[in-house]
């Protein structure tokens, strides 16, 4: 394996792993919104704005961390 496919092989697993983090948080806050007493569709909205928000920030840092090195 050279290089090159190395990195690609890193980038294709922190992508997966940040798929993964932002699915979680996303879970996370509809399920929380429905405890809260928030209706299927509210809490559905919730955790897609969560997961939008988390997706957006973890997906910057791992651009600023990728230029940076």
Do not use: E, P, Q
């Amino acid at each position: 394996m050279n290089t090159s496919s190395i990195h690609l092989i890193l980038l294709a697993l922190l992508l997966a792993v940040v798929g993964l983090f932002c699915t979680l948080v996303g879970a996370a806050a509809g399920l929380l919104a429905r405890i809260d007493g928030a209706t299927y569709a509210t809490a559905l909205l919730r955790g897609a704005v969560a997961f939008a928000g988390s997706a957006t920030l973890s997906l910057a840092l791992l651009t600023f961390v990728i230029a940076a090195l």
